[in-house]
């Protein structure tokens, strides 16, 4: 069966080291393609963006080689969702392709507009204790202060896009099956919230709950890499019966 690319956006504070260990755990038929932001990783010197409208032109950059035809997917999580959802956006309307599939993890849709859990502009220690409430934060790093120094600029700076992102209805809605994944015990995203997600597609939006919180993502990588195999799968083959480009 053809393969196809899963392009994958992390959690603010994140990088694409995140989805490392998924490439043992992948199905040979999905070619893992973790995208990095700037600011972190292997473009560490790289300045971080002003705003997130600023960090879709830059991953459009770099993402638009890889779009040769072949099919492809998304997933992230959190501030990955949302980078997420404006990025297919932005792929639809400037090259006209779009995935067969995206799963949007740990977020509420863009059109609920919350407060974020993390104020980017509060003082080190309230801003150390709203992680520590949040979670996800390694304590390797809680308890390193020149860690800490690295580390926290790039979540300030993360928080901050989300907290000023605006919000722009669109009147076209994608044309895919979505996933919309949470943890059950997630206190930030409701399950009420991940099902809003099916307002932005003409076809099927699923809902699935794992076990654990906000960063359940962390704990359960074989059961999320299952879920992702066995849906992208199915993406394909139902793509190949439409009478697409996809072959065995």
Request: glycine share 8%.
């Amino acid at each position: 069966m053809e393969r196809i690319k899963l392009f994958c956006l992390p959690y603010a504070g994140g990088s694409a080291m995140m989805y490392k260990r998924w490439s043992k755990l992948m199905d040979h038929a999905i070619e893992l393609a973790p995208i990095e932001l700037a600011n972190r990783g292997t473009r560490s010197k790289h300045p971080h963006y002003e705003n997130l409208n600023q960090a879709v032109d830059d991953l459009y950059k770099w993402i638009l080689p890889y779009l040769d035809g072949s099919p492809f997917a998304f997933f992230g999580h959190s501030m990955g969702s949302l980078l997420s959802y404006e990025l297919i956006h932005k792929i639809k309307e400037l090259t006209g392709q779009e995935p067969i599939h995206a799963f949007f993890s740990g977020r509420n849709p863009p059109h609920i507009i919350k407060e974020e859990s993390v104020a980017f502009d509060s003082g080190k220690e309230e801003f150390l204790e709203d992680l520590r409430q949040l979670g996800g934060m390694p304590v390797e790093i809680l308890e390193s202060e020149p860690l800490l120094d690295y580390v926290l600029p790039i979540i300030r700076g993360d928080f901050k896009m989300m907290s000023t992102y605006s919000y722009v209805p669109r009147s076209a809605k994608f044309e895919f099956n979505i996933s919309a994944l949470g943890g059950k015990a997630d206190k930030e995203v409701p399950v009420e919230d991940l099902r809003e997600w099916a307002q932005f597609t003409n076809r099927e939006c699923r809902t699935v709950l794992f076990e654990g919180g906000h960063f359940f993502i962390n704990e359960l990588p074989e059961e999320i890499v299952s879920l992702i195999t066995r849906t992208l799968r199915t993406a394909l083959l139902a793509g190949r019966g439409r009478g697409g480009s996809l072959h065995a």
